[in-house]
């Protein structure tokens, strides 16, 4: 198994524009999560899906935030206008019933 | 709300020492809690995952416990080596989402 694949792996873009992030679970995982990792605030849920459905997504910080999952094998994270505060690295993770996995992470640079 | 702390916030050993890491939660209803590596600028790496009915797990040279009642869990690293040196991250569970704590930042030096 490949595991959690995230892309792109570096992401550097200017104060207003659109940012997509990408994810592919692992196979037969129904659960899929994003996280946000910070040196001040550490690692913060933004939202999760089972089967697809997004259950909780009292983590994402603004409106700005909006997170999708169409089938069981991909999932986006997008931020549109991006601000340089959301410079982050951004984390994928999947997980059946125990145990979650994570991706290589996306390390997101808004200038 | 869960909440993860994790102590001490850094280590420095030399190498070979037996060591522990200590990460505590305060809602007891914890479902499991897994236990997680990073190295600088990596993702993280699963060490160790405790489900409900289990008390602890072991893997190599790391052994982690936990203890619901007292909301705590430990992390214990045997013969601690340079290449054990990065940031440990505790996660406790509640059947759906993971909460971390801040993490411990090891470093073993040779």
């Known amino acids: 198994d490949a595991g959690v694949i995230q892309s792109p792996r570096h992401e550097v873009t200017e104060m207003g524009q659109e940012v997509t992030l990408r994810c592919k679970p692992i196979s037969g995982h129904n659960s899929l999560f994003w996280y946000r990792q910070t040196m001040m605030r550490g690692l913060e849920l933004l939202i999760y899906?089972?089967?697809?459905?997004?259950?909780?997504d009292s983590g994402m910080p603004e409106d700005r935030f909006s997170a999708k999952m169409p089938n069981a094998s991909f999932s986006t994270l997008k931020i549109q206008p991006s601000e340089p505060r959301d410079s982050a690295v951004y984390f994928c993770?999947?997980?059946?019933?125990?145990?979650?996995?994570f991706g290589s992470g996306t390390r997101l640079t808004v200038v | 709300k869960q909440e993860v702390t994790q102590i001490p916030a850094a280590l420095s050993v030399p190498e070979g020492e037996n060591l522990v890491l200590n990460c505590s939660f305060t809602?007891?209803?914890?479902?499991?809690l897994q236990w997680f590596r990073q190295d600088p600028g990596k993702g993280l790496t699963s060490l160790l995952l405790?489900?409900?009915?289990?008390r602890e797990q072991t893997s190599g040279r790391l052994n982690a416990s936990l203890d619901k009642s007292s909301g705590r869990s430990t992390l214990y690293i045997a013969a601690s080596q340079p290449g054990d040196s990065a940031t440990y991250l505790c996660?406790?569970?509640?059947?759906?989402?993971?909460?971390f704590g801040a993490g411990t930042i090891l470093r073993v030096k040779s």
């Open positions: 993770a999947s997980t059946q019933v125990h145990g979650y996995t």
């Open positions: 809602d007891s209803a914890i479902y499991n």
């Open positions: 899906f089972n089967n697809n459905v997004p259950i909780d």
């Open positions: 405790i489900q409900s009915s289990q």
């Open positions: 996660a406790g569970g509640d059947g759906n989402k993971l909460v």
